[in-house]
């Protein structure tokens, strides 16, 4: 069940950022994370698609550590 939630997750994904101008936003909180990742929003057409995943069922917001959501 979990390979193909993260299927579904993965063609969401692709089909969101091909529906229109995407943009790479500072998060306006931290810029890197502790191993020097940035950390950034990722808009179509000016929506998160982390709000618009998380919406649907297809990822789920940070908490600050990893959780089994499947």
Same mark, same amino acid.
């Given at each position: 069940?979990?390979?193909?939630l993260a299927e579904r997750a993965?063609? !969401?994904l692709l *089909?969101?950022?091909?529906?229109g101008r995407v943009e790479w936003r500072s998060s #306006?909180? !931290?810029d890197? *994370?502790?191993?020097?990742?940035?950390?950034?929003?990722i808009l179509?057409? #000016?929506?998160s698609v982390g *709000?618009?995943?998380v919406a649907e069922g297809l990822a789920e917001r940070w908490t600050g550590r990893?959780?089994?959501w499947c």
């Open positions: 069940y979990e390979k193909q993965t063609r !969401r *089909d969101l950022l091909n529906q #306006g909180k !931290r890197q *994370d502790r191993y020097g990742r940035e950390l950034r929003l179509v057409n #000016g929506r *709000d618009i995943l990893r959780r089994n």
